[in-house]
Structure formats: C-alpha cells, structure tokens
C-alpha cells in the first residue's frame, strides 16, 4: 500500500510534494477560526498567517498575499511581517470557497501557505448544462463500440505475481478495431467469483503497476491506462510521448464531440467493465470505480454510464463544472475557459445561450453530468482538499450536491492537489467494504452500531407458543409482559434434514419460515440453530452412544452421501428465507453449539479437535457453495468457567470462519457458581471478541423454570451488564421447561423491571430505524 501511495505521490504531484516529503525549515500556516473550516455566506472567516523557521517565529519577514473567492482573488498585497504572524479577515455573501494564498520571501526562496475557508458549501450549484441529448449521445456511442469485439489480450507478469494473486498485462478494443486499451489486471489466486474495483487514472502519460494489494483482499482490480499504449514499457518512452505528442492531450479536438480526445477515454472505460464481466471470475454484483483527479472524472463517468457499477470513489474530481469560470467563479482543472479572453465578451450572455463550439462540446466531457445519471443503486465516497488549488472544492463540492444516489462526503480540509494517508486508508477500507458487503456485513455492522446502545433481548420460539397458549397470531410471552416483541428471535431447524414437516419441537416449518419473515420484516433480528439427528445411528442429536458419528459423515465416511442430502435439505430451507422483493434475509447462524460439552453427537469427547474443525468446514464450505451471503456464523460453546486461550482454540473454527462468539450460560447448581463461571467466561469472551474483531453474545442462556422470582433483576442482568455483548437469548417456553418471562407472574415483574425499564436493553421497538 505504501509503494501505491508513494509511487502516485511521485508521479502526480512530484514538484509540490518533494517539499512535502522533505520537509522545509520554513513553514507557513494560514490557518481559520473554525476548526471544521465551515462558514455560512455573510459570516466572517478570521485567518491567522504564521512564518516559522525551526519552529518559531520569524522576525521580518517578507509575504505576498492574496485574498478572496478561490481562482478570483481580488485583495493582492505585499507586507513584511515583523513578529512573523498576521491576522486577516474575509467573508463571502454566495456559497463558495474564500481562499488565502500566502507566500514568504526567505532567504531568496518562496515558501507557501494557504487556507480555502467554505462558505455554505452544501448550497452550491454548478453551473453546467445538460444538453438534452446527453444520454442519447453516450448511449449511441457505446452501442457502436461495442460493435467490435473486445478481443482480448492477456500476459502473465511473473515478477508482479504474490502467492495470493495473479498478476496479468491485458488488453482489449477499445472503440473501434485497432483503438486498444492496455491495463494490468490482478486476479486472486484462489478459485471463487470475486467482486471486481476498475481503477482509473489521473492525468499523465505514464506505466502502471496494478493494484495488488485490494486483489489480495479478494477483488479482482485492473488498472487501464488512457492512451491506447501499454503500459509496462521503459518510463523513456511515456516521458517522450508526454512531452511530445501527446502534450496537453486535454485539448486535443476541444471543439469536435465526436473527437474530443476523452471520447475513446471514456469508451475505454466501459470497454474495461466490458472486459471484467467477458473475461474474469467477476461475480456479477459488486464493481467500484475510483481514481483520482483526472480519475476522479472517469469514476463520474463509469458510475453514470454503467450500472453494473455499484460504488464509486472519486478523489478530487477533475473537469467538472467548466463553465463556472464563466460566471467568475472557480471551475475544475483544466479550467478550458478561465483565462479565455472571450470571456469579457461573454460576461452579460447566459451560460445556456452561448454558441461556442468549445463550450458547447464541454458539456459532453464534464464531470457534472456524467453526476446527474448516477442512480440509488450506486454508492459514493467523495473526497477532496480545501486547499486544492488545481481541482478547486467549488467545483468538487457542487459535484457531489447535484448526486442523486447514497452518497458521503470526506472531505480532508488541509490537502492541496495530494492525500493525506489517513484519507487514502479511510478511501481504501471505503471500497473494500463496499466490494465485499453482503447481507451478513450488514447485519454485522447492524448489530456493532446496536451493540453502542447496549444489547438486545431475545427469546427461543418466541411467536409459536408459551405458558398456556399455542400457536395464537401475534401472541408472544414476551410482548404480553412488556408490551413489544424481543428485538431478537430465536428458532430452530432440528428435524429439517429429515424432509419433516415439523421441528423436533413439533413446530410446522411452514409457520417457521413466516414467523422467522415476520420479524425480519418489523424490524427484529433472527437466528437460528440446528439439533439434526444422528446419522449413524438414526437416534437424536442427544444420542451419544456412538464417538463414530462425525467420523461418519467426514469425507469417505459410511454416511458422508447421507449427510450430504441433509445438509441439502437445511440448504433448500434456508434458501428459501427471502424478503418479499426477492432478497434473502440476514440470520444469525449458529450450529454445532455446546461443543465443549458432551451431551450431542459433536460434543467434546464425541469427536477430536480435528474432526469438530472438519465437520464445522463441511456444513459452512457446503452453504457457502450454495452461494449464501446472508449467514453470519455464531460459534456458541457451552459455559466453562475456565476458558484459557488455548483450550477455547483448540476448536474454534478460525477468524475467517466465525463473526459472532458467545456461550450457552444455564444455571444448573447454585447461584455462585453461575456467576462465578459466567463472569469468568465473559471476561476471558470479551477480550477474545475485542482481539479478534468479533461480535460477542449470550447465545442462550436462562435457568430452568426460573424458581426464583428475582433471577432476573439480581443474578442476569448484573453480569451481563459489565460486558459488551449484542444480545441474550432466552431458551423457549414451554409447558414442561420455561426460561423466558411468564406474563402476570412475578417473575414476568422482575422481567420487565429489569429489562424493560432498563436504559441498556433494547427489544424490537428500540432497534427500529
Ligand atoms: C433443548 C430443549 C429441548 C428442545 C431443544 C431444541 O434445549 O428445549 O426440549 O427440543 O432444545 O429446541
């Protein structure tokens, strides 16, 4: 990642960032009295100017100075400074951005300073037009591309390969036959179907060295390159052209939409997704577009041109908005019409009636109207620099007003024409989230943001059944004690694997399946656990007469292919949970649970650690190949009371494996040693979860038929208290064995002081949006 970020410093901004990566002796700040650098229009902006050498102060010092609306500063003055600080004040009565640019005189060298302070910056519009035929024009002119085939090329570099990534020069037609795109894709090693990142990039005329690193986090990436050449060639031969034919590209055919020389720039850009979908393991639903200045114009371009994109990071966005200058006001590199000495001449004429042909073409090749087609199904990160001299914020900011779709905006205030390492971390976690984000990232997230309020309650078979009633629509022992639903609910699949009709408790999978909907739908988080039967000896998931079981159903086992067609069946129910609009809904998958103890065929002394690992890798390696992404996996063993790291080790099935931890916690023998245990394991769970990046819960927990009324209030909810977990499940109740609330009953009392009342718990009506 540092080589990435050092080679773009070098190759983008070499000149002014020498100085940065050196350091000099003479520093000057400019710097404004709002700390976040926002004003409304009318306030007033106080600048504090500072010269320093070797940290303090310099006497007699020498600035220039201009101040005013960025790219139209209109204060232009000369003073020597005699402490070396000096206090200047300046306002703005429209949105927009006043910049202070100061330089020092020191020593025959000039050192400079500057602070762009916004001004209602959310009010900003640009100025651009949309000819009406925008779209149309775009549309057409991808349609005749496409008319060549992409023909690809694709040539292994063994030197740039990693153990966990291919790396591979490609190219492919561009927009006619012959007009190529060069660019270097990185491939993950390891088989699977991959969201992809197309990265474009900023001006230059230059090689490029692909992105390895997001590749290695598993995203396909590819690099292009805009000038139809490849680029892995000696840098000679890119300086020479830079320098030559292709100087000043931007401006080549300014005046010919047809030829305007972005025109197979852009095309080269959907070609690029053309080739990810045609030619890589790409998955087909996720794909990001990002680069920086130049860049960031064609990641505008691609997320408005192309829906298979669904995130898109553009940094400093060049060739936005070219007519503002028109206006007088700041427009985006490489500001076409700033310096025009039409412009005096234009100053009275509307923006919109203006016949140049120059102008006129723009509004096919600006950035702001690539903006206006972005749509909701696509995700941006805007970011840019205060200070941006060459990309101006005004044009970057009104950019990002006019986007319709979900949209953040970071910017990192003191930047110029650079980033700073905690923007490009906070861009690079950015899209790698984005990429990888499935229902269960959500859910996860979901249930990380929750757990800052405190946790969730949660109840077994909650809407099915409970002391004194059945099967009654609506009915819930928890609602009928605290007048809502739990925010968390519970259910279970034992019996699944045998094509039943009803779980081991005797509840229809049907009225599963629709109750488990019903709390998604309001809102409420599910999870779900699995008792199957023994399947070798055909008796219960209690039957422990056998240590041959998971053994058994490993590969090459008596009844692995029995197995397989239960693990089908889970499989075919699980699939079957989708929201009304198709999509499958997030669940809190938790089996094999209680696996310390010895009471289930995969208990403790049941099986080796080896073999545990093995059968937990079977059932997730076999969901994951039926393509859900809507699991988050719970690894639940049972209480211990003695957890050390490498007993709790020796089966935990990995990091890559397991988002949510947690414990079954009953009390069974006295109070002391329930709290004694379960602070022991919460305490040894909670440092886990926090060293792991894990979710922590008490995955269930209660005490049988609850013969003391005040269990609740005095022995739970103390100890759960002091540790940050997601939720608490309560096991069901049923006629024979209660552990959740028994409405009208003391103990339903207790429930309800200690948990309704309770700023930290949360049921269903406190985790609604
Ligand atoms: C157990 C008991 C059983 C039940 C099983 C699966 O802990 O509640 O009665 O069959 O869970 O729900």
């Known amino acids: 990642m540092k080589r990435l970020l050092t080679f773009f410093f070098c190759v983008a901004t070499a000149v002014m960032l020498q100085a940065q990566i050196r350091g000099n002796s003479v520093v000057v700040t400019v710097e404004p009295d709002h700390a976040d650098w926002r004003y409304n229009t009318g306030e007033k902006v106080n600048f504090t100017v500072e010269v320093r050498q070797e940290g303090t102060l310099l006497k007699n010092v020498a600035i220039d100075y201009a101040m005013g609306p960025e790219m139209y500063q209109d204060i232009r003055k000369s003073v020597t400074l005699k402490d070396g600080s000096l206090k200047l004040q300046g306002t703005m009565a429209k949105p927009g951005f006043y910049r202070l640019d100061v330089t020092a005189h020191v020593n025959g060298k000039d050192y400079r300073g500057a602070c762009g302070a916004a001004f209602s910056p959310e009010k900003l519009q640009p100025s651009t037009v949309m000819p009406?035929?925008?779209?149309?024009?775009?549309?057409?002119?991808?349609?005749?591309?496409?008319?060549?085939?992409?023909?690809?090329?694709?040539?292994?570099?063994?030197?740039?390969?990693?153990?966990?990534?291919?790396?591979?020069?490609?190219?492919?037609?561009?927009?006619?036959?012959?007009?190529?795109t060069y660019g270097i894709l990185c491939v993950p090693v390891r088989e699977g179907k991959y969201p992809a990142l197309l990265r474009v990039p900023g001006a230059g005329v230059r090689p490029y060295g692909g992105d390895v690193y997001t590749a290695s986090q598993g995203v396909i990436t590819l690099e292009i390159g805009i000038?139809?050449?490849?680029?892995?060639?000696?840098?000679?031969?890119?300086?020479?052209?830079?320098?030559?034919?292709?100087?000043?590209?931007?401006?080549f055919n300014m005046d010919n939409r047809e030829k305007h020389y972005y025109h197979h720039v852009i095309m080269g850009c959907i070609r690029a997704m053309d080739y990810i979908e045609q030619y890589t393991p790409w998955d087909g639903q996720k794909a990001g577009v990002t680069g920086s200045s130049q860049g960031g114009f064609l990641t505008l371009v691609t997320a408005g041109l192309d829906k298979r994109i669904t995130c898109y990071a553009p940094v400093h966005a060049a060739l936005c908005d070219h007519?503002?200058?028109?206006?007088?006001?700041?427009?985006?590199?490489?500001?076409?019409?700033?310096?025009?000495?039409?412009?005096?001449?234009?100053?009275?004429?509307?923006?919109?009636?203006?016949?140049?042909t120059k102008i006129t073409t723009s509004r096919y090749y600006d950035g702001v109207n690539f903006a206006r087609l972005i749509d909701e199904g696509q995700k941006g990160w805007f970011s840019f620099g205060y200070n941006d001299d060459v990309v101006p914020p005004t044009s970057a900011w009104a950019t990002y007003n006019i986007v319709k779709g979900p949209k953040e905006i970071k910017p990192y205030q003191a930047t110029w024409h650079f980033w700073h390492q905690e923007q490009w971390d906070t861009w690079e976690a950015w899209l790698l989230k984005e990429l990888k984000q499935t229902t269960a990232t959500q859910l996860a997230d979901r249930l990380t943001s929750l757990q800052q309020k405190g946790y969730m309650a949660?109840?077994?078979?909650?809407?099915?059944?409970?002391?004194?009633?059945?099967?009654?629509?609506?009915?819930?022992?928890?609602?009928?004690?605290?007048?809502?639903?739990?925010?968390?609910?519970?259910?279970?699949?034992?019996?699944?694997?045998?094509?039943?009709?009803k779980n081991l408790d005797s509840v229809p999978f049907t009225r599963i399946h629709d109750e488990l909907l019903a709390h998604v739908k309001r809102g409420g988080v599910v999870t779900i656990s699995w008792h199957p039967r023994n399947p070798l000896t055909g008796g219960t998931a209690w039957d422990v007469t056998s240590n041959k079981v998971v053994k058994s159903i490993l590969p090459g086992g008596v009844k692995a292919d029995l197995f397989k067609v239960w693990m089908a069946r889970l499989a075919d129910f699980l699939e079957s949970l989708k929201d009304e609009t198709g999509q499958p809904v997030p669940i809190i998958f938790r089996p094999w649970h209680e696996n310390n103890?010895?009471?289930?065929?995969?208990?403790?002394?049941?099986?080796?650690?080896?073999?545990?690992?093995?059968?937990?890798?079977?059932?997730?390696?076999?969901?994951?190949?039926?393509g859900f992404s809507?699991?988050?996996?719970?690894?639940?063993?049972?209480?211990?009371?003695?957890?050390?790291?490498?007993?709790?080790?020796?089966?935990?099935p990995?990091?890559?494996?397991?988002?949510?931890?947690?414990?079954?916690?009953?009390?069974?023998?006295?109070?002391?040693?329930?709290?004694?245990?379960?602070?022991?394991?919460?305490?040894?769970?909670?440092?886990?979860?926090?060293?792991?990046?894990?979710?922590?819960?008490?995955?269930?927990?209660?005490?049988?038929?609850?013969?003391?009324?005040?269990w609740f209030s005095r022995v739970l909810?103390?100890?759960?208290?002091?540790?940050?977990?997601?939720?608490f499940l309560l096991w069901r109740n049923y006629e024979k064995e209660w552990f959740g609330p028994v409405p009208g009953t003391p103990c339903g009392d207790d429930y309800r002081k200690a948990f309704k009342e309770a700023k930290n718990v949360m049921f269903l009506n406190d985790i609604k949006h």
């Open 717 to 727: 909810k103390p100890q759960m208290d002091k540790y940050p977990i997601s939720y």
């Open 132 to 180: 009406q035929d925008f779209e149309q024009f775009w549309q057409k002119s991808i349609a005749e591309a496409r008319k060549t085939d992409l023909n690809p090329t694709k040539r292994l570099l063994p030197e740039r390969c990693t153990k966990d990534v291919n790396v591979y020069e490609v190219s492919f037609n561009n927009e006619r036959w012959g007009s190529r």
């Open 458 to 501: 949660g109840h077994q078979d909650d809407p099915f059944y409970g002391i004194g009633w059945a099967y009654e629509d609506g009915k819930s022992d928890v609602k009928l004690t605290v007048g809502d639903y739990p925010a968390v609910m519970g259910f279970e699949l034992g019996g699944i694997e045998m094509g039943d009709e």
């Open 323 to 356: 007519t503002n200058s028109l206006k007088g006001a700041a427009c985006g590199w490489p500001h076409y019409f700033y310096e025009n000495a039409k412009i005096k001449k234009w100053k009275n004429v509307k923006i919109e009636e203006l016949d140049d």
């Open 654 to 710: 990995g990091n890559d494996r397991v988002t949510l931890i947690g414990e079954d916690a009953y009390q069974w023998g006295s109070e002391q040693d329930f709290i004694k245990a379960v602070n022991s394991d919460l305490t040894f769970l909670t440092q886990f979860a926090k060293n792991n990046g894990k979710l922590l819960a008490m995955t269930e927990c209660g005490f049988k038929n609850i013969p003391d009324a005040t």
């Open 227 to 251: 000038h139809g050449i490849p680029v892995t060639m000696e840098q000679g031969v890119y300086d020479n052209l830079g320098n030559g034919a292709l100087q000043g590209y931007w401006e």
């Open 597 to 626: 103890g010895s009471w289930f065929w995969w208990g403790q002394k049941l099986c080796s650690d080896s073999e545990f690992m093995a059968l937990w890798n079977l059932l997730q390696d076999e969901m994951n190949a039926r």
């Open 630 to 652: 809507n699991l988050l996996w719970s690894y639940s063993p049972n209480l211990d009371g003695g957890w050390t790291l490498e007993r709790f080790m020796q089966r935990y």
